[in-house]
């Protein structure tokens, strides 16, 4: 009697189909799961949607009040690498609107300076107040352009210390 072969494509074919099933499951799991958590946040409820409007609706209180936020080119003039891209995030956390970074003409800029460029001189005037307040540094002067990028340019110098306050 002759001996009967198993088909070798059936054994292959239940494993597939296991497979798939798994699958299946395990992606509809995950998307049941995705769709459980949406609708547990639902739509916000009436208190909530208030609360959320009322949060949003508050201004924050302007740092120069009746100037506006004073721009500025930031100019690193004392040679040490990075100190400029440390500044720019101290002052854009001041509320100084940091218009460019780039390095000084040269690097051996004793003093910090604040260069009033444009007509508006309470602008220069809260960015060195600012720094002598924080830092101690900053010399104002005056230099005339006519069509300013800027209200102030502000050259770092040697006497810039190499750690700001947090605030």
């Not at 100019?75 to 500044?87: E, I, T």
């Not at 218009?99 to 001189?121: I, K, M, P, Q």
Request: net charge positive; glycine share 12%.
């Amino acid at each position: 009697m002759p001996k009967r072969r198993k088909k070798a494509g059936k054994a292959g074919s239940w494993g597939r189909g296991i497979a798939t099933a798994l699958l299946l499951a395990l992606v509809g799991f995950f998307g049941f799961s995705i769709y459980l958590g949406y609708r547990a946040s639902g739509p916000p409820s009436r208190k909530r949607a208030e609360r959320l409007t009322a949060v949003a609706t508050v201004a924050p209180e302007p740092r120069f009040p009746g100037i506006g936020a004073p721009t500025l080119i930031l100019m690193n003039g004392c040679g040490r690498p990075g100190l400029g891209a440390r500044v720019e995030r101290w002052l854009r956390r001041q509320g100084f609107d940091v218009f460019e970074t780039r390095n000084a003409d040269r690097a051996d800029y004793r003093r910090t300076l604040v260069v009033l460029r444009s007509g508006r001189r309470d602008a220069a005037a809260a960015v060195a107040d600012r720094l002598r307040e924080a830092l101690g540094v900053g010399e104002m002067i005056e230099q005339r352009v006519e069509a300013p990028e800027a209200d102030a340019l502000l050259i770092l110098g040697s006497d810039f210390p190499d750690t700001l306050p947090p605030h």
